[in-house]
């Protein structure tokens, strides 16, 4: 994927001009058409430019979705389903126009279930949202992929973050969806048994297929009892190795930590110009335990017996729920507080996920390439997963950064997919990371298209994404 | 399914003698095709009857697997995956005859990883071969169906038992597989990268698929840390609801338990007939706790406050490994023990599985509903996921009790189904519950149908499974 040759506009020959009447004749002026919604619906949160879709509509529920899923397919008209747009591979982009499903106001909380730990929410709904309602209950949803992303686009983007290490992604933690086929058909993929032998995994499918084959409309959750216990604690290191290797004896030892973060001594350079902190600007974990208050207990100390092992420093300790909130807001601001570090910059995240065994080589062959570059690129990470992120900070009217910005960002993935890891832990592949999918998955890519070309025969939803044009 | 109209052998108008002599011609006399191994290899351990396949090959490596599947895919001629064969829904059966693959000599132990936790094993390694060889390195793997079943077979039937309550099920478990698709492609769905958000989940589609969509010739597991402490526990009771009951709440306190597994009075029965074993022979909970030395003593200590709240009996602790093992062992042998209350009967063992609210009535309602048929069926079950199983005893000699066992079975289904269950927890549908499949999935079947005829458009992998002949 090269940022040169992209252009902010959908391309001309695509045009549906009998779609948008149909739609207007069902929806009236909720057809949003100004050239302003249009852009800021084309674009997501990551630098790729943003490609305009012809038309947006807000729904409610999904009869609305059916209906125009069929006047869509109809005139075979793209849909792409629209989130709270927070992505960071361009998946929201409509790259042959089309019409854009707004799900924002289809948040309604339709249902939970205490006593089975799940949850009920239309797609709309937003992991704060949720959290926020379900406060009072003693449950908490656990997923947290630092922006304020909408359950459904976290589910089509199969999401994870800072608590994966403990409570897995959206993979693990999405029991059913009702979704929209191409076809205008309704379907439930499970019920609410915990566990099923019963057919295909249509769920799984659908989690991490990036709206390409269906249109989410519904949506159940695990969701967690909130622990008797949280503490979080904040240690640094002198070196990045050491840090990483903390995080490998922690996950080897079978520590059921909560949270573990990486972040280098740039990132923690630039959390302090942003976030007002005097943190030390050196390689940093950030960790949180949850259990019983005896259980928190025993796994701090486990823990800081093994930082101290590998030359960490004495644990700070963030005892009460404010710090702790200030602290996880820190980390999840990084991406604003990155562009400080270079004012022209405009922020390309990426990341990539590795087997935990080599997380401690790929980081420290990617740390040197960085350095070799001169590039200025923060690096952050879930690393209890194996997984990491480089905010690569990039001047994109400066030919030679976007140049090397992108030979870098190629060298890391390709690293990455050496050392038996994935072009990407969970941002997805959008219109981004088409080429790493052929190299990571390679004939597997095969089997992928033929089932969206069957399930999806016309390249309704969200064309051009995951495998590009096909 | 009606027991009545099954019959012993293939429909005489599959022949396949061009596929045989093709075979022949390049696996020799590995082809084998005696009345003994084609009876043997068409049954598993169900009731089902067998139904024979032409001919049975022992593989070795996903070459020789390939090879049939070209072979097979030129004469278009079904093709069963065959692991251990201790499936319960008939997921063995040659339905249309055709080609059985044996996987149990292509058990190869490939990988251990032990920083990553994870294990690379050919399909015919079994659990407990797994197990053994994983002992020295402090490791195991957790997914426990009872049986010594195969890693392939218990991947293709998404198979749980009774540590799914902690561990999850091999949904959660196989991290990718390779696999041999039905034009001889071979793909790996993955890599070793804890999570990914590279394109669809094909680990979890082929997870479950009962080899009716390729044939996994691989799987990636995880393992896990053995736990520092273990102790297991029998507490009785004097009425299965009080039992249920304080599961329900063991799990909604979200005390971490590694199993927790019910057996009624009549399961306790057949257990001291079976094993030589003095248990109360009334409603009792075997219980097993992970952890560390502190953490086992406070989840113990919570679970046994929770049963004593609910008129359960003092825990009967077995703390050391050959007790322990003993207990799992009659456990695990409730099926041949249930053959004692009934020695005309054939064990029909069936499971549902139900949102963990529900519990409680659908286990009520059907043992109500057995006591009113008069039918002999213990019944024991994973009730930390919801999940309980019934081993009808019926003598299939004798029509009415067949035809009580089938209309009993039918409404324990219904009624799970009713409760926004599943009409298998963990054995499949095979052909056995093709029915119960689409009352549960409606108009999702229907895209599995397409998935499985663009994946096998000849309709070669296990015909006549999960969806009936197509």
Redesign the interface.
Known sequence: MSIAHLTEKSPEEYEYPATIAALQKQFGDRVLTSDAVREQFGKDESFHPSKWPHAVIKVHDKEEVQQIVRICAEHKTPIIPHGAGTSLEGNVAALKGGVTIDTSEMNQIIAV?S????VVVQPGVTRRQLNEYLRDTGMFFPIDPGANASIGGMAS????GTN?VRY??M??NVINVEAV?ADG??????????????????T??L???EGT?AMITEVTLKV??IPEAISAAVCTFDEVSDAVNSV?QII???IPIARVELLDSLTMKSINMYSKTDYAESPTLFLEFHG?E??VK?QSELTEEITKENNGGKFSWTSNTEERTKMWRARHDVAWAGKLLHPKGQIWSTDV?????RLADCIGETRQDIEETGLLAPMVGHVG???FHLLLLVDHENQEEVEAAEALHHRMVLR??SM??????????GYG?IE??EI?????????K??????DPDNLFNPGK?FGMM
Not at 157 to 160: D, H, I, L, W
Not at 440 to 448: C, F, K, L, Y
Not at 450 to 455: H, R, S, V, Y
Request: some cysteine.
């Open positions: 279930h006593e089975d730990f799940d983007t199969r999401a994870s994966a897995g992604t993979r693990d086929l058909t309704i379907i439930r993929t499970g019920n609410r048994a915990v566990k099923s032998a019963a057919g295909y995994d249509l799984r499918l989690v991490g297929s084959l967690y009892p490998i080897q030892y079978g019983s005896n259980g025993e996920c590795v087997p935990i065994s997963d194996g997984n990455a997919l038996d890891g994935t072009c990407t832990g969970e941002h997805g592949i990371k790493f999918l990571e998955h390679g004939a597997a890519v095969n089997p992928m033929m089932i969206k070309k069957t399930l995951i």
